[in-house]
């Protein structure tokens, strides 16, 4: 009943804000379709391993183009959680760890991969370290909400987000654009294609970003927190298409980023523990540590795709090797006591090859049939714990002062997968996918040492052996959908997914973790009314959902377990309406209800005046993780043609109605809204201007909230922000 009330209140909130633009009831919307009868753009997705209407698609999808992206104030992955109700997002120590529906992972290390993997281009990401970058060049996302363990594979129990970029024109043409912002940012983009010759076509795209000053202060150090000192971005790619039948494009990427953003961590509001001369800050985006935070990543990957058309068929290959390099350092306490210090080194490499034979568009039956190889390797190199003062435990050659950790963890990964779609009658098709995966995952080089304050050199620990481990697994999905007219659809659908277990590289003797499985019903409904005025797509969903992965800290490091089973159900909608030639209005609702319904060995911690105390009891009952009952989102865009040029304003409100950050349910995240807005001047020569503010109500959002062995630490997403962008089209 609760929910109940806080979805009524939201969505008479959003019809108030409705009401201030003046919209019409959208009963109303064929009055507006004699003003204006283009109606929705339509938008093609590939979630089905071919492009397609989004429309036609029998799966609760989120598609934002890069217009509405931004008028939303989603710039990078970072700012995911205003692209789609149904995305939670939290950044631990550099690691995108997104969520939807509730369903993803908060663990960090090498080896380690999310429950809602990211795509770029239909290649796999698997270094969420290497997942913050900046949403330039892009065509469009795609959120699949929902396992998708047939055509995408492991690691997608809560589904996935793909990136499209641009692809390369023979047209030559391009943008470019300067940004600059509060706290002394500055950003330059720069996208720019054309044809080389009849049959070659090149693009390329640069983003530059620096930002002069943090959000706030280390007031230990001196120096600033929660600052941006580069992020650099390069994309290039070549596109040969030697005759009608053949396509072959290369696509080469840079990312190096060096900021301090996520490791700048204070104690958690409320909590802390009693040591002489602690202090705290005073201002939320402050900071008071010994230790100066700081993370870079460079990462970069060279992608080759052929589609060669059979006639019969396309056949399509996807080969890709990508690596990174990370490198982190920050305060273990959180505080400006000399205690802990953490310096941790990781490297990943990775190689994909898929293989895909997918039938032609006029196809009676829709067919396609997959092949996919995955090879990758992290490893720490190397993770170091520095101990100071008096939590320096002592030992026969006398106090501890720090550990050091060095090990290599691999994956090994094939699968075989098919999936068709046929007609039952002429309105009803029937999709039956199936994929087995095997795979292996291996623990080896382990090397450890510890540090003594009486020794010149790091003791050897005691050798630990290699070890592996394997795991078959089928997944598999069922659809039914039936088109009632032009302008509904309705399916339901049965889905498996599952996510790869492994080993923890902190913790290198510790048991390997067993994989999640995730089995997920949904009925939903697609409809286009009132002549393509306004597009609504409904899904209800239920998901059985065991063996769930998750962490907990020993000392200050994190380690891996699983946590037994929940049960997930809720309802999402999306929806696009324009209302007139020049209003639309785009957004959505997730409602969601969640429950540990076995969960006997949770981690809970509790703060007690002394610190924390750590024990272990049931969470039966219990939320999820970063799981928010109540979540929507509303965009309106209006444009105004004036004698010189034309204004478009956008206004964007998200509001989250809280969650908890940890299984114990103490740490919690409240309600929290986002408002963002924009007016554009397009001018006819191909410049245009823009003015922007984003978190205009400057609320404090969590990007960090967790319990630790001596303290719970917290750090923050951005503060307001405003600016200015100049660009030109030509």
């Not at 949770?602 to 105390?613: D, E, L, M, N, R």
């Amino acid at each position: 009943m609760a929910i109940e009330i806080r979805a009524v209140r939201i969505m008479s909130a959003l019809a108030a804000g409705a009401a201030l633009w003046q919209v019409p009831a959208l009963a109303a919307a064929q009055t507006a379709a004699a003003v204006d009868d283009s109606g929705i753009a339509e938008i093609i997705v590939t979630a089905q391993r071919r492009s397609e209407s989004l429309e036609n698609v029998p799966i609760s999808i989120t598609a934002a183009t890069a217009d509405m992206l931004t008028a939303r104030g989603v710039n990078s992955m970072r700012d995911m959680i205003a692209a789609a109700p149904s995305v939670t997002l939290v950044t631990v120590a550099g690691y995108l760890q997104p969520r939807i529906r509730g369903i993803g992972n908060a663990a960090v290390g090498p080896g380690f991969e999310g429950g809602v993997a990211v795509y770029v281009d239909g290649v796999y990401q698997a270094a969420p370290q290497a997942n913050l970058f900046s949403l330039a060049n892009i065509e469009r996302v795609e959120i699949l909400k929902g396992p998708q363990g047939t055509l995408f594979g492991r690691n997608t129990t809560g589904g996935l987000i793909q990136v499209i970029t641009r692809q390369p024109s023979h047209d030559f043409g391009g943008t470019a654009s300067v940004t600059a912002a509060n706290y002394q940012d500055f950003t330059g983009d720069l996208y720019v294609t054309g044809g080389l010759s009849d049959t070659v076509a090149m693009n390329f795209a640069g983003h530059a970003e620096v930002q002069g000053k943090g959000w706030g202060d280390n007031i230990v150090t001196g120096k600033d927190a929660y600052r941006t000192y580069h992020d650099v971005a390069l994309r290039s790619s070549l596109l040969f298409e030697p005759s009608d039948a053949t396509r072959i494009r290369v696509t080469a990427d840079y990312l190096d980023n060096r900021n301090n953003i996520s490791p700048s961590t204070v104690l958690a509001p409320g909590t802390g523990f009693p040591f002489p001369g602690l202090i705290l800050p005073t201002r939320i985006w402050d900071t008071a540590s010994d230790v100066q935070p700081n993370s870079r990543v460079k990462s970069g990957g060279v992608t080759a795709q052929i589609t060669q058309d059979l006639g019969f068929a396309s056949l399509v290959s996807i080969s890709a090797y990508r690596k990174a390099r990370y490198h982190l350092v920050f305060d273990g306490d959180v505080s400006n006591l000399k205690l802990v210090s953490i310096d941790i080194g990781q490297s990943d490499r990775q190689f994909s090859q898929e293989v895909q034979l997918t039938s032609n568009p006029d196809s009676r039956i829709s067919w396609v049939l997959g092949a996919f190889y995955f090879n990758a390797a992290g490893r720490f190199d190397p993770n170091g714990v520095a101990l100071d003062g008096f939590v320096r435990p002592s030992s026969p050659l006398g106090p501890v002062t720090g550990s050091i950790i060095n090990d290599r963890l691999g994956t090994r990964s094939l699968a075989g997968y098919a999936q068709a779609t046929a007609p039952i009658t002429d309105a009803t098709k029937l999709t039956l996918g199936i994929r087995y995966t095997r795979e292996r995952k291996s623990l080896t080089d382990i090397e450890s040492f510890t540090t003594f304050a009486a020794l010149p050199a790091p003791v050897p620990g005691a050798p630990v052996a290699d070890r592996s481990v394997r795991y078959n697994r089928p997944t598999w999905r069922v659809a039914v959908d039936h088109r009632f007219s032009p302008q509904l659809l309705v399916y339901a659908s049965y889905n498996r997914g599952f996510k790869s277990g492994g080993f923890n590289g902190q913790f290198p003797t510790d048991a390997p973790y067993l994989p999640e499985r995730l089995d997920a019903y949904e009925v939903g409904a697609k409809a286009n009314l009132f002549d393509r005025h306004l597009r609504i797509d409904v899904a209800g969903f239920y998901y059985d959902y065991s063996n769930i992965q998750v962490s907990k800290f020993i000392g200050s490091q994190q380690s891996f377990y699983n946590g037994a089973a929940a049960r997930v159900y809720g309802l999402d909608v999306d929806f696009e309406a324009k209302l007139s030639s020049r209003l639309s209005l785009s957004g959505g609702m997730t409602l969601l209800h969640d429950r540990f319904t076995r969960f006997p060995n949770a981690v809970i911690s509790t703060q007690v005046p002394t610190g924390i105390v750590i024990t272990t009891g049931s969470a039966k009952g219990n939320r999820l993780p970063v799981t928010a009952d109540f979540s929507a989102t509303l965009t309106a865009t209006h444009r105004t043609p004036l004698s010189f040029a034309d204004l478009l304003v956008d206004l964007s409100y998200t509001y989250n109605d809280g969650y908890f950050t940890q299984p114990d349910n103490i740490l919690r995240q409240p309600s929290y809204n986002l408002l963002a807005a924009g007016a554009r001047l397009d001018f006819p020569n191909g410049v245009n201007a823009r003015l922007w503010m984003r978190n205009i109500l400057n609320e404090k959002i969590f990007n960090t909230l967790q319990a630790g062995t001596f303290d719970s630490n917290a750090s923050y997403q951005a503060p307001r922000t405003y600016g200015i962008t100049l660009g030109v089209k030509f």
